[in-house]
């Protein structure tokens, strides 16, 4: 990518392996990774799909896109998704169509905060769009 990552994402990366096995990539998405967390129209991205989405994210080649944002979480398209500001280490979303949104978040361990109070809200039945159904989540 010619980008330095960002100190929590790198540690992020060296401690979860996110990319499938070659033989489960198909080669007619955008990206692949492990699908429906932390929604159910996305997923985590391992460094392999970073890297190709990065290579050919939908926003670049314009001025919605700029080369130190890493996307870490999109939908199959890469039509939609989160992305680390190397920069200075902000979280940022993208949608094609809308205007795409900095500093989200303040860091990668705001972001996973959020993540963790919202699977906190959905083990408690707080939350209305997802349930814990023997043992699983289920997105409504």
């Not at 994402?9 to 198909?26: H, I, K």
């Not at 094609?96 to 500093?103: L, Q």
């Not at 972001?111 to 707080?126: C, K, N, P, Q």
Request: hydrophobic letters at 40%; charged letters at 25%.
């Amino acid at each position: 990518m010619g980008v330095s990552l960002p100190q929590e994402l790198r540690a992020w990366l060296l401690q979860n392996n996110l990319d499938l096995p070659e033989d489960d990539v198909d080669d007619y998405v955008a990206c692949c990774g492990y699908a429906g967390f932390p929604d159910e129209g996305s997923f985590f991205l391992g460094i392999q799909a970073m890297e190709k989405l990065y290579a050919n994210h939908p926003l670049s080649g314009g001025g919605d896109w700029r080369e130190e944002w890493i996307p870490f979480l999109s939908d199959q398209d890469g039509w939609m998704g989160k992305f680390i500001d190397a920069t200075d280490g902000r979280i940022g979303r993208w949608f094609v169509g809308e205007p795409t949104i900095t500093g989200e978040y303040a860091s990668l361990a705001d972001y996973f905060e959020s993540v963790a109070e919202m699977l906190t809200r959905i083990g408690a039945g707080d939350y209305p769009v997802c349930s814990v159904v023997e043992g699983r989540l289920v997105w409504s």
